[in-house]
């Protein structure tokens, strides 16, 4: 990225509307329903002002933390997300690498258009997020294959057991185009691509293949099926998150899949603090939807949280300028993080972990 260089990740998404073509902006931009859960998402982490700290005598911040035990840049990881070679033809090889640039985790999605060897062949950390599948055959192999190919972590996502309705793409009679596949699957996967009015393909492709009986008996299992760290993705009630950590998690993600499943879940960050308290250190507790630069960042830390994720911006990023545009995203991030914690007073993250929060109720958008 060069020429205009965008200054905040605003800018990258302004750009990646016209990058791509409307029926794939509205697969990422989309939720379920009438996204109302994916509306109030960046509004509700935005109404959490972060009250500064004064005459501290900071005048750099260090980011760097750790997440799952290892070091990271920033307390930050890319979320799974599925089929990124709808919006560049490198896909998850280019977010990954970008990730691997900035020091922060590539989280692989089950619905992968690159393969696992290629991704965890780019040297970086990368953490492989479980769809549990109808066929437990293929779903312990994929376990496995992570594993063996050098993943650091499994994330298993239990808040889709079916996918949300999400109208976008059902009016687009969505399919995936011919080159874009969920290729570790090593399955046929027609039914995503072909189009049948008043439908979404990849929804029909989804509903044939995952298992939508997922229980606490198949966490259970999967910690017995691996030793690497579990961390469950999608919890936003504090008893869900104590049975996770009962049953052997490592981290909890608190996630409404960016507005994309129930829509008429809380935004996420209202569900932080509960089950913070709740667990009470027990687990590393990330959170995600709605993250859209350095200062949420700050607010989620300053909550309590471990770290974030890192959603649709990565998707901009890679639609604006494939890897380059992640790294700008990710870059923007972690300048703006580090900017904010200095102006907050915080020298470390330890220290913006002790910053009070308070509740804005209405808050003006400028620019
Ligand atoms: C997702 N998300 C997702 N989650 C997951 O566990 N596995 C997946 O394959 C996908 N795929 C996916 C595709 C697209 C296009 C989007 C936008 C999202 C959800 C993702 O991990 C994360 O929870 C949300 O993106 C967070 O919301 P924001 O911050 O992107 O709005």
Redesign the pocket.
């Given at each position: 990225m060069t020429a205009s260089q965008p200054v905040c990740v605003g800018d990258v998404r302004r750009l990646a509307e016209t990058a791509v073509p409307p029926e794939v902006w509205d697969?990422?931009e989309g939720g379920s329903g009438a996204e109302l859960t994916l509306a109030s998402?960046t509004p509700a982490l935005e109404s959490v002002a972060v009250v500064p700290r004064v005459l501290t005598g900071v005048s750099t911040s260090d980011t760097s933390g750790t997440l799952l035990g290892r070091p990271v840049a920033m307390p930050v990881a890319v979320?799974?997300?599925?089929y990124q070679r709808l919006l560049h033809p490198d896909g998850e090889l280019a977010a990954a690498r970008a990730a691997q640039d900035a020091g922060v985790p590539f989280i692989l999605?089950?619905?992968s258009s690159c393969r696992i060897e290629e991704v965890t062949a780019t040297g970086g950390t990368t953490w492989f997020?479980l769809?549990w599948l109808r066929d437990e055959e293929l779903t312990s192999e994929l376990v496995r294959r992570a594993e063996r190919h050098g993943c650091s972590a499994i994330v298993l996502?239990v808040d889709a057991p079916i996918l949300g309705h999400r109208l976008r793409d059902v009016r687009n009679g969505f399919t995936l185009p011919p080159g874009v596949r969920a290729v570790n699957l090593d399955a046929p996967d027609d039914e995503a691509h072909v189009p049948i009015s008043g439908t979404s393909a990849v929804a029909t492709h989804v509903a044939a293949i995952f298992c939508a009986e997922l229980s606490w008996r198949h966490l259970a299992r999967l910690r017995e099926w691996t030793t690497l760290p579990l961390v469950v993705?999608g919890i936003l009630d504090p008893r869900d998150a104590r049975h996770a950590v009962d049953t052997g998690a490592d981290a909890i993600v608190v996630?409404n899949?960016?507005g994309?499943q129930l829509d008429a879940a809380p935004p996420s960050v209202v569900a932080l603090g509960p089950v913070i308290e709740e667990v009470g250190g027990a687990c590393e507790v990330l959170l995600?939807?709605?993250?859209r630069g350095g200062t949420d960042v700050l607010r989620a830390i300053a909550l309590g949280a471990s770290g974030v994720?890192v959603?649709?911006p990565v998707?901009w990023g890679l639609a604006a300028a494939g890897e380059a545009g992640v790294r700008r995203v990710l870059s923007l991030i972690h300048a703006e993080l580090s900017e904010a914690m200095t102006l907050a007073g915080c020298a470390d993250l330890a220290a913006t972990g002790e910053l009070r929060t308070a509740e804005v109720r209405s808050c003006a958008r400028h620019g």
């Amino acid at each position: 990225m060069t020429a205009s260089q965008p200054v905040c990740v605003g800018d990258v998404r302004r750009l990646a509307e016209t990058a791509v073509p409307p029926e794939v902006w509205d697969f990422v931009e989309g939720g379920s329903g009438a996204e109302l859960t994916l509306a109030s998402n960046t509004p509700a982490l935005e109404s959490v002002a972060v009250v500064p700290r004064v005459l501290t005598g900071v005048s750099t911040s260090d980011t760097s933390g750790t997440l799952l035990g290892r070091p990271v840049a920033m307390p930050v990881a890319v979320a799974p997300m599925a089929y990124q070679r709808l919006l560049h033809p490198d896909g998850e090889l280019a977010a990954a690498r970008a990730a691997q640039d900035a020091g922060v985790p590539f989280i692989l999605s089950t619905l992968s258009s690159c393969r696992i060897e290629e991704v965890t062949a780019t040297g970086g950390t990368t953490w492989f997020q479980l769809y549990w599948l109808r066929d437990e055959e293929l779903t312990s192999e994929l376990v496995r294959r992570a594993e063996r190919h050098g993943c650091s972590a499994i994330v298993l996502t239990v808040d889709a057991p079916i996918l949300g309705h999400r109208l976008r793409d059902v009016r687009n009679g969505f399919t995936l185009p011919p080159g874009v596949r969920a290729v570790n699957l090593d399955a046929p996967d027609d039914e995503a691509h072909v189009p049948i009015s008043g439908t979404s393909a990849v929804a029909t492709h989804v509903a044939a293949i995952f298992c939508a009986e997922l229980s606490w008996r198949h966490l259970a299992r999967l910690r017995e099926w691996t030793t690497l760290p579990l961390v469950v993705k999608g919890i936003l009630d504090p008893r869900d998150a104590r049975h996770a950590v009962d049953t052997g998690a490592d981290a909890i993600v608190v996630s409404n899949h960016g507005g994309r499943q129930l829509d008429a879940a809380p935004p996420s960050v209202v569900a932080l603090g509960p089950v913070i308290e709740e667990v009470g250190g027990a687990c590393e507790v990330l959170l995600d939807s709605g993250v859209r630069g350095g200062t949420d960042v700050l607010r989620a830390i300053a909550l309590g949280a471990s770290g974030v994720l890192v959603g649709r911006p990565v998707l901009w990023g890679l639609a604006a300028a494939g890897e380059a545009g992640v790294r700008r995203v990710l870059s923007l991030i972690h300048a703006e993080l580090s900017e904010a914690m200095t102006l907050a007073g915080c020298a470390d993250l330890a220290a913006t972990g002790e910053l009070r929060t308070a509740e804005v109720r209405s808050c003006a958008r400028h620019g």
